[in-house]
Every structure is written in structure tokens, then in C-alpha cells.
């Protein structure tokens, strides 16, 4: 194992692009990642095609997304919305696969064939879509030729939620296609299928610089006028706002951008990062006084019964809302929401996360009682590992409907954790995780990428196999290294630390507990003496509770089935 080890330490050094992460994305319960060289590679629930691969399958590990043929296409871009996904190209291109019964892959199946869609449903492999109409809108006066607004459009980001599909342009136009929000007949907000993307024309003129979606409602900074400048960004919102997602101080829906006043032309935050979860949002801002713009504030708003809001209650909030619970003076690099959870990464390399089940992105286990769910009502800490509580170099974080990702280590590792059925966390395995596992990252190389222009050389082949082989060791030993500590906790009252492990452990492998049990005792003070008395006393009070519970209970069943033997004879 030890050269396995060393190997994969080299191919990290390396700085093989093929295998540095990018850019990262995820949907309901898959995640997309982006690699240096352009390539695009998925894992998780295989439904609807979401992953990009051919087939409905679930991937435990992370396997290659390939487009058209030859697959010589470089992705500049991903997306993942809750169960389609989409991919931009270096020359502006839009690929889009996975479910697609709101049209959220701007295609209705007709021009395709049987291999790619199962009744315009969905579709197994990327589509190239190609139904952009003209940059300009209908009544305007001074909008170009449909012709020169084609030739001159190109897309430069791509972003996805529940069931709509994003897009923005070279110009700073938004367009939207998918589960969009449309005007109803009698003039009221309705959501409508869309298969053609459409222009958002009310920033026409401006510049749409980011945009993030929910389920049913998108937010968007866009510039206070024509040119952007890096610092006149205005926050808008729209959709249905139920519970205040909009964080406009109601719940009225808005067909139509409206301003989110806590942050207009006038507010002295500058937003740098924003994420829409189902039902909530939440933004991270600086002063934009260069003097005290190395602070971050992260605030949320919106629904907010599972604590994903992070304000130490299970409140709805209706306007922008700081999680005053995070540490002061930090740097906030990235955030994102999931279904009922938040996560943030600091430049320290500190990730916390809040909400459903202590922020670990799972679902409340339903056998327990509502008020046990767990939940995080504030901020919590994630350790990467026991004896490492910092994630080194982390840059990315982004939440599924119940499991998060962090990339860190300038991008060659990644960590997942939450809900891991149907191979959601990438660690080869299928089971929930409540503290962060290693991706198999990079992935194995298959027989149809050798003949490729960037294909990896036999030497690289084998030690990503050494790096997956340690991964999987990495996260095993962590999980075991967690359930160590918890019994260590339990029984001595203080964290495992390596000087606990017996010497003759250390120096042998060999392990004589009874010997190894009187050395311990003969070595403790009375304070430790003490406390083992109490333990044992309180095991042994819980075996004989148990004991006798089981006795009743099997007296009881020995009764029922003598009662009922006795009434079958009369």
C-alpha cells in the first residue's frame, strides 16, 4: 500500500488538468464536475438520464459524460438542475440531457431519435440544443435583424433548478427556458412548459451578471445601468414567494424583477455570490468601502422550518436576514443551498452547514419523532476529519437535495457526505454518511477515452487506480477513526488521541485485552477510577433493564400463545 500511496502523492503534484475540478454542480441527487481540460464527469441517481452516460443506471463512482462523435467537444460549463443537467461549450454551444418534461432541454423530442429520448420525456445522452431566436424584442425600436442578433449571440453561463433551465448571453441577456414563470390568462403569475429558451426582456439594456433558481423562484444581480462597472450590481427577484423567498417583505408572488431592497443601488453591501435552495435563498455579501471589504456577511431568507436559514429558529423570514451565528471577521468564498439545508466554505478552510439533520444534507429518519429530527437551527461546523477539522484549500461547496460536496486541495479532492443511496456521494458505496467520505476522484480511465487526443498514458491509467484504491482506504479509515472516537468518548470521557492506542498495539499488532485492561487500571487515578465505575454501572443498569424487558415480554408472547390453544380446543 505504501507505494500505492506514494504514487498517487505524485500524480497529485502533477497538476494533471485532467484531473483538477473546476467547476461543480448538483442536482436533486447527482453532482456534475468540470475538469480542467474540458471534460465533464457525473455520478449518482442514474433516473431520467440525468447523468449524462447513456442509461438510467445509478453510478457510484464518477464516469465521463461524452459528447457527439467524435467527442472532441471542450466544456467551459455545467449545470444540474433537480433531474436534467447542462454543459456549455468553449464556443458558446448549450448541451442539455436528463428529464425533460417541462421542456427544461429545449427540445420536444421530435427531431430526435429512439437512443436519445423515450417519448421526449428525457434523454440519456447530451443534446446539442439549438433553438435560440433573436436577441432583440418584438416591439422594440431599436432591436437588430433576427439574422444579426443570431450570428452575433453567444452563450457564456449556464445554470439549472428544479425544473428550469438558465442561460446567460454576451450581451448580459437572461434567457429562460423549462417550468418558467409566464403571465396566465387573467394576468396573474403561472407556470408554464417552455421548450424554446426566451429572453427575460425587463433588464433589457442592462446586464444580467448572476442568476440562481429554486423550484419556482429565480434571483438575479443585474447592473444599476447599461455598462457594468464590477460594483453598481442591483438584486432582483421573481416567482412564487410563499414563504418569502423573494425576500421582498411579503409572500405575494411577483411575475415580473423586483428589487430586493436591502441590496439596491443604494445599499452599501456589494453581493459576490448567490444560491436559491427549494424554497429559500441565500446571498453573500462585502462592504463595498474597499476598507472593510475582506468581511463577509452571509444572509438567507425565505422558508425556514428545518433551520436552513440559520437563524436559530424554524421562523420563516420575508426580508434578507445575517446568519449572525458564523464568526466574525472571515472571508465567505462560496455558498449553496439544497432542498432544506445551507452550506458555507470561508478561505480559512472552515465549512459550516445548517439545517435539515445538523446540516449534513440528510432527511430526517422516519422513525424518529418530529421534534428528534436534528436539525441545525444555527451554523455547525464540519470537520474534514477527526484529527483534521480544516478542509485543506476548499473552494466549492454545493448541496443536493440531501448530500453536500466540497472541492478543496486546489481541486484534485473532493468530499461528500448526507444522503449516499444510489451512489449519490461518489465513494463507491451506497449508504448514507454523516461525516464528510472521499470521491473516488480522479476516476478510473475506460477503454473508449485511450484513443483520445488528451488521453492519459498507461503510468497515469495506473496510479489513478493506486488514487482511487487509497480514496476508498481514506474513507474507510475515517469512518473508523469516528467510531473509535465515539467509544472512546463514551467510555473515558475525553477525545481519542493516538498516545491511547497500548503500546504493545503499536509495537506488535498483536493485542491481549485482559493484560492490557489491568495495565490501564493499575494506572489510573481514583478521578478515572471513578468515572469507569460509573459507566460499567450504568451499562450493566441498562442490560439487566433491557434483560428484564425481554423476559416480560417473552412471558406475555408464551401467555398470548397459550390462550390461543386453549380457545382453538373449546
Known amino acids: 500500500m505504501s507505494e500505492a500511496m506514494e504514487d498517487a502523492g505524485n500524480l497529485e503534484s502533477s497538476g494533471n488538468l485532467s484531473h483538477k475540478i473546476v467547476a461543480i454542480s448538483a442536482g436533486e441527487a447527482h453532482t456534475l464536475v468540470l475538469t480542467g481540460n474540458g471534460s465533464v464527469y457525473s455520478w449518482g441517481r442514474g433516473m431520467f438520464g440525468r447523468l449524462g452516460v447513456g442509461s438510467e443506471n445509478d453510478e457510484l463512482s464518477p464516469v465521463r459524460v461524452k459528447f457527439g462523435n467524435p467527442n472532441n467537444v471542450k466544456i467551459v460549463g455545467i449545470a444540474a438542475g433537480a433531474y436534467h443537467s447542462l454543459a456549455l461549450t468553449e464556443d458558446g454551444s448549450v448541451w442539455c440531457w436528463g428529464y425533460n418534461i417541462y421542456g427544461q432541454l429545449g427540445n420536444n423530442g421530435e427531431d430526435s431519435n429512439e437512443e436519445k429520448y423515450t417519448e421526449g420525456d428525457y434523454?440519456?445522452?447530451?443534446?446539442?440544443?439549438?433553438?435560440?431566436?433573436?436577441?432583440?424584442?418584438?416591439?422594440?425600436?431599436?432591436?437588430?435583424?433576427?439574422?444579426?442578433?443570431?450570428?452575433?449571440?453567444?452563450?457564456?453561463?449556464?445554470?439549472?433548478?428544479?425544473?428550469?433551465?438558465?442561460?446567460?448571453?454576451?450581451?448580459?441577456?437572461?434567457?429562460?427556458?423549462?417550468?418558467?414563470?409566464?403571465?396566465?390568462?387573467?394576468?396573474?403569475?403561472?407556470?408554464?412548459?417552455?421548450?424554446?429558451?426566451?429572453?427575460?426582456?425587463?433588464?433589457?439594456?442592462?446586464?444580467?451578471?448572476?442568476?440562481?433558481?429554486?423550484?419556482?423562484?429565480?434571483?438575479?444581480?443585474?447592473?444599476?445601468?447599461?455598462?457594468?462597472?464590477?460594483?453598481?450590481?442591483?438584486?432582483?427577484?421573481?416567482?412564487?414567494?410563499?414563504?418569502?423567498?423573494?425576500?421582498?417583505?411579503?409572500?405575494?408572488?411577483?411575475?415580473?424583477?423586483?428589487?430586493v431592497k436591502t441590496f439596491d443601488e443604494e445599499s452599501p453591501w456589494a453581493i459576490y455570490e448567490l444560491a436559491c435552495g427549494a424554497f429559500h435563498t441565500a446571498l453573500l455579501t462585502r462592504k463595498k468601502n474597499p476598507d472593510d471589504a475582506s468581511e463577509s456577511i452571509c444572509w438567507t431568507f425565505g422558508r425556514g422550518d428545518n433551520g436552513q436559514l440559520g437563524h436559530g429558529?424554524?421562523?420563516?423570514?420575508?426580508?434578507?436576514?445575517?446568519?449572525?451565528?458564523?464568526?466574525?471577521?472571515?472571508?465567505?468564498?462560496?455558498?449553496?443551498?439544497?432542498?432544506?439545508?445551507?452550506?458555507?466554505?470561508?478561505?480559512?478552510?472552515?465549512?459550516?452547514?445548517?439545517?435539515?439533520?445538523?446540516?449534513?444534507?440528510?432527511?430526517?429518519?422516519v422513525s424518529r419523532a418530529e421534534s428528534d429530527s436534528g436539525d441545525a437551527l444555527n451554523p455547525r461546523l464540519i470537520s474534514c476529519e477527526p484529527h483534521q477539522p480544516k478542509f485543506p484549500d476548499p473552494d466549492k461547496v454545493v448541496c443536493g437535495a440531501a448530500h453536500t460536496v466540497v472541492v478543496g486541495q486546489e481541486g484534485y479532492k473532493v468530499w461528500a457526505w448526507g444522503r449516499g443511496r444510489s451512489g449519490v456521494l461518489g465513494n463507491g458505496e451506497g449508504v448514507d454518511c454523516h461525516i464528510p467520505t472521499l470521491v473516488l476522484w480522479p476516476p478510473m480511465l475506460d477503454d473508449s477515452e485511450e484513443k483520445e487526443p488528451d488521453a492519459k498514458s498507461e503510468t497515469d491509467e495506473k496510479l489513478s487506480s493506486a488514487l482511487n484504491e487509497l480514496n476508498l482506504l481514506q474513507t474507510k479509515l475515517s469512518i473508523m477513526e469516528k467510531y473509535a472516537g465515539i467509544l472512546h468518548g463514551s467510555v473515558f470521557g475525553k477525545p481519542f488521541d493516538e498516545k491511547d492506542i497500548p503500546v504493545s498495539l503499536q509495537s506488535s499488532g498483536s493485542f491481549d485485552i485482559g493484560k492490557e485492561w489491568d495495565n490501564m487500571l493499575e494506572a489510573a487515578d481514583n478521578r478515572k477510577l471513578a468515572r469507569l465505575e460509573m459507566f460499567y454501572r450504568d451499562m450493566l443498569a441498562g442490560v439487566k433493564d433491557k434483560l428484564m424487558k425481554r423476559k416480560i415480554k417473552d412471558m406475555i408472547k408464551e401467555c398470548l400463545q397459550s390462550s390461543d390453544v386453549k380457545k382453538s380446543y373449546q
Open 123 to 259: 434523454s440519456l445522452v447530451p443534446c446539442l440544443l439549438n433553438k435560440f431566436i433573436g436577441l432583440h424584442p418584438s416591439d422594440s425600436s431599436t432591436s437588430v435583424s433576427e439574422g444579426e442578433g443570431k450570428e452575433s449571440l453567444r452563450i457564456c453561463a449556464v445554470k439549472a433548478g428544479g425544473m428550469m433551465s438558465l442561460a446567460i448571453d454576451n450581451r448580459g441577456t437572461l434567457w429562460m427556458w423549462g417550468n418558467c414563470p409566464q403571465e396566465s390568462k387573467e394576468g396573474a403569475l403561472s407556470f408554464e412548459t417552455s421548450f424554446i429558451p426566451a429572453p427575460v426582456w425587463d433588464f433589457h439594456g442592462r446586464v444580467v451578471v448572476k442568476v440562481s433558481c429554486g423550484n419556482e423562484h429565480v434571483v438575479a444581480l443585474v447592473s444599476a445601468t447599461e455598462s457594468y462597472n464590477g460594483e453598481d450590481l442591483v438584486c432582483y427577484s421573481w416567482g412564487h414567494n410563499n414563504h418569502g423567498q423573494l425576500g421582498v417583505g411579503d409572500r405575494e408572488s411577483r411575475l415580473h424583477p423586483e428589487v
Open 313 to 365: 429558529t424554524t421562523q420563516s423570514t420575508l426580508l434578507p436576514t445575517p446568519v449572525i451565528e458564523l464568526p466574525e471577521n472571515v472571508h465567505l468564498v462560496c455558498v449553496d443551498c439544497g432542498l432544506f439545508h445551507t452550506s458555507v466554505v470561508s478561505s480559512a478552510g472552515d465549512v459550516w452547514s445548517w439545517g435539515m439533520q445538523k446540516g449534513l444534507g440528510l432527511c430526517p429518519d
